[in-house]
């Protein structure tokens, strides 16, 4: 950990790709922001993305990073944590990847409680190809690939955590910054899984979950009286469905974090004394 890491340290010499606009964007810049101002550097960080729009994010920022497959993310990045409990993990997905394909390992996830971020852009929509509906889209969303809607209520990722025991919540907006940014940080230095659900807008094939759309409806529950450590409270926000909010929506302060339980703190990535001579050979295939 360090004080001297800015932000600007965890970004890579690749420049994105992302349509001009994308939410994408300024959820990125939140999260290298929080990565830093909590003290990590990008030598102690691992990103790991899975397929969509978001996937291509741990080649634009600056630390150990690995892209893989589409909605395997999640077990990737717990391999990583509990290989090294010394690195920060942060996951990286979309609503697509997170909650379709990858909806499985997210449920079991969520219940082990292993000490990282998991950070998901929800557009309510597939954007890299080409603008199908998602998981998350509206049960009137029309698309070329369902004209007529999707005919389906949408997955409500807070309350499929909530119930698989999530012991940290949260929802944020990628254009407000600041708040992104602080939210980012509770859900990395929360002692468990953090998830972070954030709006950021596809300006290309969704014009129905836009950024002024999201200005008129997101209520931030710093400015109410809400208490992220009432479990009813949580649940009675999680499922209102009548407003979007945003901020930590759900904490359990008494979290222990999966490793922690199981006694899991030593960095199994180096290979001890006495090992089998090809034991390095072996490991750096992997590589």
């Keep these: ?107 079991h996830a969520v219940r082990r409680n292993v000490d990282m971020s998991y950070v998901v852009m929800d557009n309510r929509i597939y954007g890299l190809t080409k603008g199908q509906a998602s998981p998350t889209s509206r049960e009137d969303f029309e698309t070329s690939t369902s004209p007529d809607g999707t005919n389906m209520s949408p997955v409500n990722p807070l309350a499929l955590a909530l119930a698989s025991g999530a012991s940290f919540i949260a929802q944020s907006f990628s254009s407000d910054s600041q708040r992104h940014t602080e939210i980012v940080k509770k ?38 009286d809400h208490d992220p450590s009432d479990y009813d409270q949580a649940r009675e926000r999680i499922m209102s469905g009548d407003r979007e909010h945003i901020g930590v929506i759900y904490q359990d302060e008494n979290s222990v974090p999966y490793e922690q339980r199981e006694g899991l703190d030593e960095n199994m990535a180096e290979i001890p004394d006495g090992a089998p001579e090809d034991a390095m050979d072996l490991v750096r295939e992997f590589y």
């Excluded at 909590?38 to 960080?45: I, R």
């Excluded at 002692?191 to 014009?207: E, H, I, K, M």
Aim: aromatic share 10%; with cysteine; proline share 4%.
């Design 187 to 224: 859900a990395i230095e929360h002692d468990g899984f953090g998830l972070v659900n954030v709006y950021s807008p596809c300006v290309t094939f969704n014009d129905v979950d836009t950024y002024d759309y999201w200005r008129d409806s997101i209520v931030d529950l710093s400015e109410t």
């Design 1 to 107: 950990m360090s004080s001297d890491i800015r932000f600007t340290d965890f970004k890579s010499d690749k420049q994105p790709t992302w349509c001009p606009g994308c939410g994408d964007f300024g959820t990125m810049n939140g999260m290298m922001k929080a990565l830093a101002e909590t003290g990590n550097s990008p030598d102690d960080t691992f990103v790991v993305a899975g397929i969509g729009c978001s996937g291509k994010i741990g080649t634009y920022m600056h630390s150990y990073a690995l892209h893989g497959v589409h909605g395997r993310a999640l077990p990737v990045g717990i391999g990583v944590k509990l290989a090294n409990p010394n690195l920060e993990v942060m996951v990286a997905g979309g609503d697509g990847d997170g909650y379709s394909i990858g909806a499985g390992h997210f449920i």
